[in-house]
């Protein structure tokens, strides 16, 4: 996980100032430039923004971090998502409360739009007492075994070698299958980070934030998966932990990726265009696309980062990252895909 | 085409589905007793192979039945309604408790087998001991006993 880019936006709050110092932090131990939006035209004059990200940039630099800024007349939410998609950007960094009049205990309307349009990873800051943010020491991360969620502990653990933070996993669910999950997590983990596991029963979000609370943990991470489409409305879990976690939570980009999001050794299904590509990059960086329907009964295969295989989900079927199958009932293989990178 | 080639097409398709699902009852029976995870693997995948040919029986045994059906003009009968309502009832009923129960006997078996310790032996074998395949061969036999006294008695 590399940060190269953070896009942070701002309306000169108090509120956006505690967001303001989390991304610093961020972008500080990351070596990542951040990009300062302020958007003018709703409730904030050209004068107040323009105003607003000269302070947060002056700050930044005090820091020693990298800064650019921008203004932008739009909704605010639409300007942080717009500037985020044309910078490449890596992360976005808002507040829960989000800029202007926001509900109490409630995520505010610019952070809520954000966290379910991003095109890369959101960071949500908990601006709930404004307090002076701490580094981030400990972090927890839920997983459920899934590839999607595979890649959120991937990523967590990344973060955390950036951060120097420890970091706990959780599954919630069946106790045998916990086991060897966060047994495989631990095992997989990239890096050095300290790492403890936690076993739970009952209802993801809810043992989720309980233990989040319990433990004192600095930042929640969690996979965007359930993000977006109609699955927002039956309140997937990535989606109630933003809203009811009390602490930040760092929503990973692990469904809706693109080519370029695939790092070196891993793989994953990706969108290009209308359509979606089961892609793997090896250690060399070379990309190996295939068919996503398994040849048996055109189920969509998961990406197995451990074996580097392609599993269906339905009846077992195994393929090779390039697409070879290795294991039935499936008989052909999966076929190439003609994707092109510049 | 006469009702009697649809009739063999769905008894075909009768067929071909009680020998296909019989394979898959058979592994699951024969898993109780296994302790050795790669055996149960291997139990499994010997289930899953015979997928393919229970899914293509089942299309072959509605299809040949429906139209059989409407042959002898016998959807004006309750017999052949409530035969087909038990069919996808026990289907529908069937694939979450076998698929849910057996998925995680493949998990387990399959992390044991690449040397995982989360898993003890006696825990493996309190999953095995399931009482799971018992209840999918009794939903199974009794639901097919049931539609077969319905298609031979057509009571009402």
Same mark, same amino acid.
């Given at each position: 996980m590399s940060y190269r880019t953070i896009v942070f936006g701002t309306d000169g709050s108090d509120t956006a100032a505690v967001a303001q110092a989390a991304a610093f932090g961020l972008a500080s131990r990351a070596d990542a430039e951040v990009v300062i939006v302020s958007a003018f035209g709703g409730t904030l004059a050209r004068d107040a923004a323009e105003a607003a990200v000269a302070a947060a940039a002056s700050l930044a630099e005090q820091r020693g971090v990298k800064v650019r800024t921008l203004v932008v007349e739009a909704p605010a939410a639409e300007a942080i998502l717009h500037v985020a998609s044309t910078e490449d950007a890596g992360a976005i960094v808002v507040g829960s409360r989000g800029m202007g009049p926001a509900r109490r205990l409630h995520l505010g309307d610019v952070p809520d739009r954000v966290a379910h349009g991003a095109p890369c990873d959101v960071l949500i800051v !908990? @601006?709930? !007492?404004? /307090? =002076?943010p701490a580094p981030i020491r400990t972090m927890l991360v839920g997983t459920d075994g899934s590839p999607t969620a595979t890649e959120a502990t991937r990523k967590a653990f990344e973060l955390a070698e950036i951060l120097r933070a420890a970091v706990t996993v959780i599954y919630v669910g069946d106790p045998m299958v916990g086991a060897i999950v966060l047994e495989q997590a631990i095992k997989d983990r990239p890096g050095e980070a300290r790492a403890e596991t936690l076993l739970e029963q009952g209802d993801p979000a809810d043992r989720i934030r309980e233990a989040a609370a319990r433990t004192g943990v600095d930042l929640i991470v969690v996979g965007? =998966? +359930?993000? %977006?489409?109609? /699955?927002r409305f039956l309140g997937s879990v990535p989606d109630r932990v933003a809203h009811e976690a009390p602490t930040d939570v760092l929503i990973v980009k692990t469904v809706g990726r693109a080519l370029e999001d695939l790092a070196p050794g891993h793989g994953g299904i990706v969108t290009i265009g209308s359509r979606t590509v089961a892609g793997y990059r090896d250690e060399q960086g070379v990309l190996h696309a295939v068919s996503p329907r398994c040849t048996h009964m055109g189920c969509t295969v998961d990406w197995n980062d451990r074996e580097k295989t392609w599993d269906c989900p339905c009846h077992g079927s195994r393929y090779r990252w !390039?697409?070879?199958? @290795?294991? +039935?009932?499936?008989k052909r293989d999966l076929a190439p895909e003609d994707v092109s990178e510049s | 085409m006469t009702f009697l080639w649809w009739k063999f097409i769905h008894l075909a398709g009768v067929f071909g589905f009680l020998l296909s699902h019989g394979i898959s009852a058979g592994a699951s029976l024969r898993l109780r007793r296994e302790r050795d995870p790669a055996r149960v693997l291997a139990l499994a995948d010997l289930s899953q192979a015979s997928i393919t040919w229970l899914y293509g029986s089942m299309v072959g045994l509605l299809a040949g039945g429906v139209i059989a059906g409407f042959k002898i003009h %016998?959807?004006?009968?309750g017999w052949i309604w409530v035969s087909l309502a038990v069919f996808l009832a026990v289907t529908a009923s069937m694939y979450p408790l076998a698929s849910n129960y057996y998925r995680k006997v493949r998990f387990v078996a399959k992390a044991m087998a690449d040397g995982s310790t989360a898993v003890s032996q006696e825990q493996f074998a309190s999953l095995l001991r399931s009482s799971r395949p018992f209840i999918l061969a009794g939903l199974g036999f009794g639901s097919l006993g049931f539609i077969l006294y319905l298609m031979v008695l057509k009571p009402f």
């Amino acid at each position: 996980m590399s940060y190269r880019t953070i896009v942070f936006g701002t309306d000169g709050s108090d509120t956006a100032a505690v967001a303001q110092a989390a991304a610093f932090g961020l972008a500080s131990r990351a070596d990542a430039e951040v990009v300062i939006v302020s958007a003018f035209g709703g409730t904030l004059a050209r004068d107040a923004a323009e105003a607003a990200v000269a302070a947060a940039a002056s700050l930044a630099e005090q820091r020693g971090v990298k800064v650019r800024t921008l203004v932008v007349e739009a909704p605010a939410a639409e300007a942080i998502l717009h500037v985020a998609s044309t910078e490449d950007a890596g992360a976005i960094v808002v507040g829960s409360r989000g800029m202007g009049p926001a509900r109490r205990l409630h995520l505010g309307d610019v952070p809520d739009r954000v966290a379910h349009g991003a095109p890369c990873d959101v960071l949500i800051v !908990d @601006t709930s !007492d404004e /307090r =002076k943010p701490a580094p981030i020491r400990t972090m927890l991360v839920g997983t459920d075994g899934s590839p999607t969620a595979t890649e959120a502990t991937r990523k967590a653990f990344e973060l955390a070698e950036i951060l120097r933070a420890a970091v706990t996993v959780i599954y919630v669910g069946d106790p045998m299958v916990g086991a060897i999950v966060l047994e495989q997590a631990i095992k997989d983990r990239p890096g050095e980070a300290r790492a403890e596991t936690l076993l739970e029963q009952g209802d993801p979000a809810d043992r989720i934030r309980e233990a989040a609370a319990r433990t004192g943990v600095d930042l929640i991470v969690v996979g965007n =998966k +359930g993000m %977006a489409g109609a /699955r927002r409305f039956l309140g997937s879990v990535p989606d109630r932990v933003a809203h009811e976690a009390p602490t930040d939570v760092l929503i990973v980009k692990t469904v809706g990726r693109a080519l370029e999001d695939l790092a070196p050794g891993h793989g994953g299904i990706v969108t290009i265009g209308s359509r979606t590509v089961a892609g793997y990059r090896d250690e060399q960086g070379v990309l190996h696309a295939v068919s996503p329907r398994c040849t048996h009964m055109g189920c969509t295969v998961d990406w197995n980062d451990r074996e580097k295989t392609w599993d269906c989900p339905c009846h077992g079927s195994r393929y090779r990252w !390039d697409g070879a199958v @290795t294991h +039935g009932p499936a008989k052909r293989d999966l076929a190439p895909e003609d994707v092109s990178e510049s | 085409m006469t009702f009697l080639w649809w009739k063999f097409i769905h008894l075909a398709g009768v067929f071909g589905f009680l020998l296909s699902h019989g394979i898959s009852a058979g592994a699951s029976l024969r898993l109780r007793r296994e302790r050795d995870p790669a055996r149960v693997l291997a139990l499994a995948d010997l289930s899953q192979a015979s997928i393919t040919w229970l899914y293509g029986s089942m299309v072959g045994l509605l299809a040949g039945g429906v139209i059989a059906g409407f042959k002898i003009h %016998a959807w004006g009968q309750g017999w052949i309604w409530v035969s087909l309502a038990v069919f996808l009832a026990v289907t529908a009923s069937m694939y979450p408790l076998a698929s849910n129960y057996y998925r995680k006997v493949r998990f387990v078996a399959k992390a044991m087998a690449d040397g995982s310790t989360a898993v003890s032996q006696e825990q493996f074998a309190s999953l095995l001991r399931s009482s799971r395949p018992f209840i999918l061969a009794g939903l199974g036999f009794g639901s097919l006993g049931f539609i077969l006294y319905l298609m031979v008695l057509k009571p009402f």
